[in-house]
Nanobody, 116 residues
Framework: QVQLVESGGGLVQAGGSLTLSCAAS????????MGWYRQVPGKQRELVAG???????AYADSVKGRFTISRDNAKNTVYLQMNSLKPEDTAVYYC??????????WGQGTQVTVSS
């Protein structure tokens, strides 16, 4: 069984920064993509950023240039450095693990609130 544990959410003023972390534990296939999604009430969950085990990254247009995703494969941990935060970044952020084989896994979510 795979577990994803997120940390690092909180309240920050507009223009500030936060770093989210997600540690995966359990039986994890080495070839995978880890990512961050976010969701606000009444809207669909959307991809924020993803990173493959080989280090390839992808970002939503809305966060390009402000957010940076990285990972430590030895620790099975993915990070999301969020800079220049805006009120519209307010959401519950979810960590995701998508292995090459097997099911998707989700973290429990962490709240990020950006005040104006």
């Amino acid at each position: 069984q795979v577990q994803l544990v997120e940390s690092g959410g909180g309240l920050v003023q507009a223009g500030g920064s936060l770093t989210l972390s997600c540690a995966a534990s359990g039986s994890i296939f080495s070839i995978n993509v880890m990512g961050w999604y976010r969701q606000v009430p009444g809207k669909q969950r959307e991809l924020v950023a993803g990173i493959s085990s080989g280090g390839n990254t992808a970002y939503a247009d809305s966060v390009k240039g402000r957010f940076t995703i990285s990972r430590d494969n030895a620790k099975n941990t993915v990070y999301l450095q969020m800079n220049s935060l805006k009120p519209e970044d307010t959401a519950v952020y979810y960590c995701n693990l998508n292995p090459q084989y097997g099911p998707l896994y989700w973290g429990q979510g962490t709240q990020v609130t950006v005040s104006s």
